[in-house]
Structures are given as C-alpha cells and as structure tokens.
C-alpha cells in the first residue's frame, strides 16, 4: 500500500512517497505554498498520480506535546485536503522531523538534492511505516 507524506509548512511543503509495499520512504519534489485551497488541490492530484491508498500529514506538537498554532494551521490544511479527495487522511507526529532531515542531508550528499522538506516527509512517512510494520522479523537462519 502506498502512501503520501506532507510536511506542510508555512513557505514549502514537502512531500514523500512510500514504495508499493509500504516499506521505505522516498522524498518527492517539494510544494511552494500557494493558498490552502491550492496547495490540498496539488497534495491531492499528486496522491490520485501516484496511485496511493492514504494520506499522512506531518502534525508538529510543542515541548510538551500539545498542539500550537502550526498544529492548529496544519489541522486547517488538512480539513481543505479531505475535501479533495476521498482518500484516508492520517495525522503523525513530527516532531524533530526537520532535525533528522538536516542531519540526513549532512550525513548523505546523494540526499541534498531533495529539499530539506521533502526530507523532512521521507522521515515522517519512514517513521510512520516502521511503526505500522509486521512484527514477524526476519525468517529464522538454518
């Protein structure tokens, strides 16, 4: 099953995109913020283009893990997204997302040509699969 990651920020929204097993996350190119309305319009072309089955927004808590303003903004993006589209759409902590996505850049230079947001989606969306995977493990060695 394959699914969409956002990032949704303020100037840029970064997007990623699982393999069609729903194993490893890949960044996509990211989004210039256009208008909310925009911006859940192209979030959702671009999940009916790459045939997903659900849509994963990146929720960002405060210290405490309450939910602030950006939280409230990302809330209000994602209400305009259901509206187009009939895809799920799931929340998921994004704490130090952008953290993860520069020290990912640092450590791997094949990464730098994706967007600091789109990294951060790929780490949100990673997050997510790893979470939600089988807990069978590996076969056993013989």
Avoid at 9 to 35: F, K, Q, T, Y
Avoid at 65 to 90: I, S
């Amino acid at each position: 099953m394959r699914i969409l990651a956002v990032d949704h920020g303020e100037i840029h929204i970064g997007l990623a995109l699982s393999d069609p097993a729903g194993i490893v996350a890949r960044p996509l190119p990211e989004h210039g913020h256009v208008s909310r309305g925009h911006d859940a319009a192209f979030v959702a072309r671009t999940a009916k283009q790459e045939g997903v089955a659900a849509i994963l927004v990146g929720t960002p808590t405060d210290a405490t893990g309450d939910l602030g303003e950006a939280a409230r903004r990302v809330r209000r993006f994602a209400a305009a997204l259901k509206q187009c589209t009939p895809l799920p759409v799931y929340y998921w902590d994004e704490s130090d997302s952008t953290t993860r996505a520069t020290q990912i850049s640092l450590q791997q230079p094949t990464q730098r040509k994706h967007s600091i947001h789109s990294i951060a989606a790929a780490v949100i969306l990673q997050e997510y699969l790893d979470a939600h995977a089988p807990q069978n493990g590996p076969p056993p060695e013989r």
